[in-house]
């Protein structure tokens, strides 16, 4: 039984791993080196972001819900509050942030940073309520899950920055 779970798990790890490669190489190609560089400077100042407003949130909600100490719907609540208040601080924090000229984000375009700005609730949501499977052991929908994430992620990015030509934000709409 838990070699079958580690092998749903270990198998989607890998299928996420390279598919997440692939992406990263097509994006390369497509948005070349300075739309690569808005993308991920977008990216890192909504990741800094939301680790300083729901720090710990998902550790927090996987531990509470596997040792028994919350239900799931419990962990639900709690995690869906947290990561809502926390991600409308971060984002008049990172709102506030980007009113000021800045040497770190200049290379980024506005847009693209505010588009990372408001992903961050459904980011942090979604890896938390997937991380939640796990939690309840439940690895195959943990696996099954993560797989699914990443291929739509895949087909959305590949929709939105080849077919409607929407370079960086395209790339960043379909993290939402």
């Given amino acids: 039984m838990i070699i079958r779970q580690l092998s749903f798990v270990s198998f989607s790890k890998i299928f996420v791993l390279l598919i997440t490669i692939v992406l990263q190489?097509?994006?390369?190609?497509?948005?070349?080196?300075?739309?690569m560089?808005?993308?991920?400077?977008?990216?890192m100042f909504t990741l800094i972001l939301g680790v300083l407003f729901v720090i710990g949130c998902d550790v927090a909600s996987s531990y509470f819900l596997a040792s028994g100490k919350l239900t799931l719907s419990e962990s639900v609540v709690y995690s869906a509050t947290i990561v809502l208040i926390g991600s409308i601080i971060a984002f008049l924090c990172g709102s506030l942030f980007l009113l000021y000229p800045n040497e770190l984000i200049e290379k980024a375009s506005p847009s693209a940073l505010y588009i990372a700005l408001f992903s961050t609730p459904f980011v942090l949501l979604a890896n938390m309520y997937i991380q939640m499977f796990s939690a309840m052991q439940n690895f195959k929908l943990y696996a099954i899950l993560n797989i699914i994430q990443v291929i739509f992620l895949f087909l959305l990015t590949v929709?939105?920055?080849?077919?409607?030509?929407?370079?960086?934000?395209?790339?960043?709409?379909?993290?939402?």
């Fill in 25 to 35: 190489v097509i994006l390369a190609w497509n948005l070349g080196a300075s739309g």
């Fill in 159 to 176: 929709i939105l920055v080849y077919i409607y030509s929407m370079g960086v934000n395209g790339a960043l709409i379909a993290i939402l």
């Fill in 37 to 43: 560089g808005s993308y991920f400077i977008s990216i």
